[in-house]
């Protein structure tokens, strides 16, 4: 696949992840005849009607129905195409959670299927819209990888990748437009090796999705306070990369960071590791707590559940000072 | 004539559902439903559906979703019929670690085109096979989806409906085991489901009833259908749950059931006498 | 505490039976805002003779959880308190959205009772083992999670449900003639586990039907010389943390379940809140789908019998 510069990766942190994806699938289908796109009236989200421009006949559009969604792209999976799906995160896992399961996880049939609007983001519609469950659901499920794409290039990467290993996947797509960039430039990316980007010998933050560039922001805020700290992207949270996990375990204070619930998420996934290491330090899980909050924009909510780079930071100071 | 051996056919079908019934002893089977379908089963097998014995996978086969899951008994006896699962795999039925298990068990090889058991299901797959075949340019192979009428209370089965008519899906055709009876009782007390062919049509089906225990209504019909189809095509097919053997038959409480060594015996004398007859 | 039921009798009936043709009848004639919907598994679920008392308290949607879901949630806003009956496998995956909207979004009081959980539905296949429910619905805020030990425990968390106010899961394991675990009645609390045996080396943390391993195993481990404790953790949310033992070697949880996200993950959630020694085995499914038999090959299939347990804790202690 081609190398992505620093122009193209400016313009696809301005589009935002589902857009990205959109992309992606242009380039995808370039290489590979097969991948066809199927959305749930959600065709503007991922702008896929310039994929339709350029590959017509193989944008399909099956309406406001996430079950039919799922088992439509099975059935064309099992025909040997390689369908994208495209819907909202919490409409991709938990409307059709059974047929995610029995149609992926059970007959591990080629669907890749791309939820945006994962965690918070689109909260303003309110709770029936925010998606916080969903690695949890899909991480219950044997066979299905799941992906957490930490930006706009690593989504655009996810999404090669994805078309490329056969099997099911899941993409979750979190942050709106404007999507911090934390690559700014190419780099290579592989299903389940997680990237250090930095560095740390006090704390280790294991962190996804939205939560690696808060996580950064955060790890800069410490370093001023003299404190050192190391900050992985934990991009594929199934399988988990249990190396690098391991080898966060010699810091003092180890993080999970995730726009998503602090059950059965990121955290959850790292407890297991960790609950069968004997030498340990004390796990600081960070995400939202079990509660439906108020709709509020994005920004408000991130905020509300202590997310943002300076809560994360101070949440981690205070606890780390307790040691 | 091919449907005299069809007739015949059924008869071994009905036969060996309730061999597999009896051999499971007190675990019990789904053998109501599969009784009903046990004509309808054997007119594709015999006389309707494109397959090669010799490759079950290959390309230009029509494709065959029993939605219904738990009808696996009358899919695994006419495969066994038809000669593509042998002797040794029906003994395994519902055996433990058996991939001939109550629910199908994906094994294309063999006939079973998915996993399917969990109701409202087969219809949305049946559609993504349908735009697939359509998509790679196969336009010989079409696909067969065969849905219980108490299946036709789950909404999924509403949306894959709606798709298929959207799409103009002219590969797609599907029965409905209308049987009248679910697990709680007769579908008319449950949910009724007496507009079912009215609801297909406003769906954008053509709709054919069937008399789902006469092969030659069965055959004439759904040949005719076929020749005359423009899109999506669904055949409501009037059965009796339990067909053959009189102490199932239209008994709810039969929807699973268990055959013990002098309900077995008095069906096989049913099947026999029916069989000289 | 004196029962008043007959937990030997309770158990002919497995969970469900006991469940709803014996507790829910009385209940039923204590408080008439009690109503029973179910999506066409009444009779397996033993509903019939309930059915047959109050007809117009009973409402079948036939094969349509969504749907069965919602219309519960209809009628929990105009103040009846509905009692929702199918399998846990399509409770808590086809219909998981509408139960998180309408009870953990909504806060709707439905009490949603899940047949048929774990490997209960035996040869029915992969489409109907519930072996994510309890790690699916305990995701869902305000969600409470049980699974009772055996068929008495169930009627007492069935009751306990009714004056509970909030949206509870209960989950049904086992079968007709499920093990007793609790002869002559139980306290019985939600969100209170149950300390069934004393013992500070090991801990053995179980649920539902496989409590009765765990006293099994306890047993053997005893005779061993190693003190173990049993704890039923029947409410696996809100999870009841004071009943962990941080300072026994080991601890075991025991789910019919996988061990992603069920009762083996609650405890690793609350042992991560602060340092401990403890090792920590899980005992469940591990991440994959099953060969399809009937229940002892299942269970057995994923090490979930006392001779597996007992055997692993001994090699760990070694």
């Known amino acids: 696949m081609k190398q992505i510069n620093k122009i193209q990766i400016r313009t696809y942190s301005m589009l935002g992840a589902a857009r990205t994806f959109g992309q992606a699938l242009i380039d995808l289908a370039a290489e590979k005849d097969s991948v066809v796109a199927i959305t749930a009236d959600q065709r503007s989200a991922g702008r896929l009607e310039y994929f339709e421009q350029k590959y017509p006949g193989k944008l399909f559009n099956v309406g406001i129905a996430e079950q039919n969604l799922i088992n439509v792209a099975a059935g064309m999976a099992k025909e040997g195409l390689i369908p994208f799906t495209l819907a909202q995160a919490c409409f991709s896992t938990a409307r059709c959670y059974d047929q995610f399961k029995i149609s992926l996880g059970y007959m591990g049939l080629n669907v890749k299927v791309v939820g945006f609007g994962a965690g918070l983001a689109l909260g303003q519609y309110s709770a029936t819209h925010m998606s916080v469950e969903d690695i949890s659901l899909v991480r219950n499920l044997p066979n299905v990888t799941i992906l957490s794409p930490a930006d706009c290039l690593e989504t655009y990467k996810a999404v090669i990748a994805a078309g490329e290993l056969n099997g099911p996947v899941y993409i979750r797509l979190t942050g709106e437009m404007g999507n911090p960039i934390v690559y700014n430039e190419d780099y290579d990316f592989e299903i389940g090796k997680a990237i250090t980007l930095k560095e740390g010998s006090d704390i280790s933050i294991i962190s996804t999705g939205s939560m690696v560039y808060n996580s950064i922001k955060a790890a800069e805020l410490l370093e001023q306070q003299g404190i050192s700290v190391k900050v992985v992207d934990m991009h594929t949270i199934k399988p988990l990369d249990k190396e690098t996990v391991e080898n966060c375990f010699s810091s003092k204070l180890l993080v999970t960071v995730e726009e998503h619930s602090k059950i059965g998420g990121l955290g959850s996934a790292v407890q297991e590791i960790y609950a069968l290491t004997p030498q340990k330090p004390m796990h600081l899980m960070l995400g939202c707590d079990n509660y439906y909050p108020i709709p509020g924009d994005y920004k408000y909510l991130i905020d509300i559940f202590g997310l943002s780079p300076e809560k994360i930071a101070d949440k981690i100071k205070h606890t780390f000072e307790l040691l | 004539m091919e449907l005299d051996r069809t007739k015949k056919e059924a008869k071994q079908i009905r036969r060996d559902i309730i061999d597999m019934t009896h051999a499971v002893g007190t675990h019990g089977a789904h053998i109501g439903g599969s009784l009903s379908a046990v004509e309808i089963f054997a007119t594709l097998y015999f006389n309707i559906l494109k397959y090669d014995k010799a490759n079950m996978t290959a390309e230009d086969r029509d494709r065959f979703i029993l939605s219904k899951g738990h009808a696996a008994m009358t899919l695994y006896a006419t495969l066994h019929r038809v000669g593509i699962v042998t002797d040794e795999d029906i003994k395994t039925f519902k055996g433990n670690g058996s991939k001939f298990a109550n629910h199908p068990y994906m094994y294309p090889e063999k006939g079973v085109e998915f996993s399917t058991g969990s109701l409202g299901h087969g219809l949305s797959l049946g559609v993504g096979t349908a735009l697939a075949l359509r998509h790679k340019g196969n336009t010989s192979s079409k696909v067969y989806v065969y849905q219980g009428d108490g299946e036709c209370d789950e909404g999924s089965v509403w949306e894959a409906a709606m798709s298929a008519s959207h799409y103009c899906l002219d590969n797609l055709i599907l029965i409905v085991d209308r049987n009248k009876i679910q697990l709680d009782g007769f579908t008319e007390d449950i949910m009724s489901q007496k507009t079912i062919c009215e609801r297909f049509r406003s769906f954008g089906w053509d709709v054919i009833n069937i008399d789902g225990h006469d092969i030659d209504d069965i055959y004439n019909k759904i040949t005719s259908g076929l020749a005359n189809q423009k899109g999506p095509l669904a055949f409501i097919a009037n059965t009796t749950k339990g067909k053959g053997v009189s102490f199932i038959e239209n008994r709810y409480e039969w929807h699973i059931g268990t055959l013990n060594d002098k309900l077995y015996n008095q069906a096989i004398e049913e099947l026999e006498n029916e069989a000289n007859q | ?318």
């Open chain 3, 1 to 318: 505490m004196a029962s008043k039921y007959n937990s030997l009798l309770l158990s002919k009936f497995g969970q469900s039976g006991a469940a709803f043709s014996f507790a829910l009848i009385t209940l039923a004639e204590a408080n008439p805002s009690i109503v029973v919907l179910s999506s066409d598994m009444s009779t397996p679920a033993g509903l019939d003779k309930f059915k047959k008392t109050y007809p117009d308290r009973f409402f079948n949607v036939g094969i349509a959880e969504q749907n069965l879901i919602g219309v519960a949630a209809g009628l929990a806003s105009e103040g009846w308190i509905p009692i929702v009956v199918a399998q846990a496998c399509f409770l808590s995956m086809r219909s998981f959205e509408q139960v998180r909207q309408f009870c953990g979004y909504m806060g709707y009081p439905i009490i949603i009772c899940g047949i048929g959980a774990g490997f209960g539905l035996q040869f029915m296949g992969n489409t109907h083992y519930s072996i994510e429910d309890i790690g699916v619905l305990r995701t869902i805020p305000n969600m409470t999670v049980i699974s009772p030990a055996d068929a008495l425990e169930c009627c007492m968390a069935l009751e306990k449900a009714i004056t509970y106010r909030k949206p509870v899961y209960i989950r049904f394991t086992d079968k007709m003639g499920c093990p007793v675990v609790y002869k002559d009645g139980c306290d019985y609390e939600i969100g209170v586990a149950n300390e069934l045996r004393e013992g500070g080396e090991v801990q053995l943390i179980a649920t539902g039907s496989l409590v009765d391993i765990a006293l099994k195993v306890a047993e053997a481990l005893g005779q061993e010389g190693v003190s173990t404790s049993v704890i039923d953790m029947h409410t696996i949310k809100p999870f009841d943390g004071c009943k962990v033992n941080k300072n026994a070697k080991i601890i075991a949880t025991i789910e019919e379940h996988t061990i992603i996200n069920g009762l083996g993950a609650a405890v690793t959630e609350y042992l991560s809140t602060g340092q401990n020694k403890t090792t920590l085995l899980r005992f469940g499914v591990s991440d994959k789908f099953s060969e399809v038999g009937d229940y002892s090959y299942l269970l057995e299939q994923h090490g979930l019998t006392a001779e597996n347990v007992f055997s692993t804790i001994m090699k760990e202690l070694l």
